[in-house]
């Protein structure tokens, strides 16, 4: 399920994450098999197991925090 989304476009902000594609908002990949490989499951790569991720807003504001925050 996905949690804490404060920003998700529905309020008055531009959504500024999204629920991540790759995990399904788990924050956590179960393994799977390609080809021959075994990947095993743990923490997504794709959003460090926040389960979601900033979008291009989303970046824009953390480069302006990044910026301007002390
Ligand atoms: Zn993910």
Redesign the pocket.
């Known amino acids: 399920m996905p949690h804490g989304m404060i920003a998700d476009g529905s309020g008055r902000l531009p959504a500024l994450e999204e629920v991540?594609p790759?995990?399904s908002g788990?924050?956590q990949?179960s393994s799977r098999r390609v080809g021959n490989t075994i990947h095993s499951g743990g923490s997504?790569n794709?959003?460090y197991?926040?389960?979601t991720?900033a979008t291009q807003e989303g970046q824009r504001l953390l480069a302006f925090i990044r910026r301007h925050g002390t």
């Open positions: 991540c790759a995990c788990d924050g990949i997504c794709d959003c197991g926040r389960g991720k």
